[in-house]
């Protein structure tokens, strides 16, 4: 049994996203689908939703394309920074759903930390970290089977299907 007023909250923080989404130029329709992507990666990660396309996760942050869109983007950001590399800060390793740096897209900071990709696409990733710092690359059995170059380093074309976990360093 939910606690009392936990629906409520729930319902409150859904309108609040719901909003957000409609300030972004989405229309009903389009803040529907953004939502249920969203829920289907909350299914399948230890993520909480804090913003109508951006799940936070342990060590990391999950942002999703707009319909519409190619490329996810911040929507609680005034502007890019100017050390980004494709959408990817200084220090994090970013996973992207498509080739290019396009879709959604997985930014991760937390060193040792093994970080669940779904994706069975060919997609595309950035190393945006210090030249030292090295992104490994995991099978479905946790074993290490590949490590990027040092930051600043890149692939714009990378095959998901072999790979279940990203560390970034």
Same mark, same amino acid.
């Given at each position: 049994?939910?606690?009392? @007023?936990?629906?409520?909250?729930? =319902?409150?923080?859904?309108?609040?996203? %719901?909003?957000? *989404?409609?300030?972004?130029?989405?229309?009903?329709? #389009?803040?529907?689908?953004?939502?249920? /992507? &969203?829920?289907?990666?909350?299914?399948?990660?230890?993520?909480? #939703?804090? $913003?109508?396309?951006?799940?936070?996760? +342990?060590? @990391?942050?999950?942002?999703?394309?707009? +319909? $519409?869109? #190619?490329?996810?983007?911040?929507?609680?950001? *005034?502007? &890019?920074?100017?050390?980004? &590399?494709?959408?990817?800060?200084?220090? !994090?390793?970013? *996973? !992207?759903?498509?080739?290019?740096?396009?879709?959604?897209?997985?930014?991760?900071?937390?060193?040792?930390?093994?970080? /669940?990709?779904?994706?069975?696409? %060919? $997609?595309?990733?950035?190393?945006? #970290?210090? *030249?030292?710092? !090295?992104?490994?690359?995991?099978?479905?059995?946790?074993?290490? /089977?590949?490590?990027?170059? @040092? @930051?600043?380093?890149?692939?714009?074309?990378? =095959?998901? /299907?072999? &790979?279940? !976990?990203?560390?970034?360093?």
């Amino acid at each position: 049994m939910a606690a009392p @007023g936990a629906a409520g909250a729930a =319902d409150g923080a859904r309108a609040d996203f %719901t909003a957000q *989404a409609k300030s972004a130029g989405l229309n009903a329709a #389009q803040a529907r689908s953004l939502q249920k /992507r &969203v829920d289907g990666y909350l299914a399948s990660t230890n993520g909480t #939703q804090i $913003g109508a396309n951006k799940i936070a996760l +342990p060590g @990391g942050e999950l942002l999703l394309a707009l +319909p $519409g869109e #190619q490329k996810a983007r911040d929507l609680d950001a *005034a502007a &890019v920074p100017g050390d980004t &590399v494709n959408g990817c800060r200084y220090s !994090y390793v970013c *996973a !992207y759903m498509y080739e290019s740096f396009n879709g959604d897209r997985f930014d991760m900071f937390t060193c040792n930390h093994l970080f /669940r990709i779904t994706w069975n696409t %060919t $997609g595309s990733w950035i190393n945006n #970290q210090r *030249a030292d710092l !090295y992104a490994t690359f995991y099978s479905r059995d946790q074993v290490p /089977r590949w490590t990027s170059d @040092g @930051g600043l380093s890149w692939d714009e074309s990378a =095959d998901w /299907r072999w &790979v279940w !976990y990203v560390s970034p360093c």
